[in-house]
């Protein structure tokens, strides 16, 4: 039986930072605690080396630091530590509307609503 490597928050890090382009000290600064979220702390987690289960709070920062939804790494992070996973839609379009919904405005919902239902609709009648 071949064992899987759980990386998927350490991906998820190191991937995003790459994106942006910016550096370990950069992320620990944008988080806005540099004492939960260092920048060694941040390379350690990058290579799957933490012994320790980051916190929500920790999360939180780096995904300050990373301008990413904290839904979405503590997603990663129970995949990671706990192999939990969710399967919303095979292309993750629902995850990532899920993952941003929380800071969209009420108007902004409503809308985002509006729009599925019409669609849904002119599906039907298609």
């Given amino acids: 039986m071949v064992e899987e490597t759980r990386d998927q ?10 994106e942006l382009g910016i ?3 950069k992320v620990a600064q944008a988080s806005g605690d540099p004492d939960q979220v260092t920048p060694t702390w941040v390379n350690r987690l990058e290579h799957n080396q933490l012994k320790e289960i980051p916190s929500g709070a ?15 790494l503590a997603r990663a992070a129970g995949a990671q530590y706990w192999g ?5 839609s095979q ?18 919902r409503r ?7 019409a669609f ?5 009648q298609e």
Avoid at 9 to 18: N, P
Avoid at 84 to 88: C, D, G, I, N, R
Wanted: charge should be negative.
């Fill in 9 to 18: 928050l350490s991906r998820l890090v190191r991937d995003r930072r790459a």
């Fill in 111 to 117: 809308q985002l609503r509006a729009m599925i239902e």
């Fill in 58 to 72: 920790r999360l939180e920062a780096l995904g300050r630091g990373l301008q990413l939804p904290p839904r979405q």
């Fill in 120 to 124: 849904a609709r002119n599906r039907q």
């Fill in 23 to 25: 550096s370990l000290a």
């Fill in 84 to 88: 939990l996973t969710e399967e919303y």
């Fill in 91 to 108: 292309d993750d379009s629902a995850r990532v509307i899920v993952d941003h919904l929380e800071d969209m405005s009420e108007p902004e």
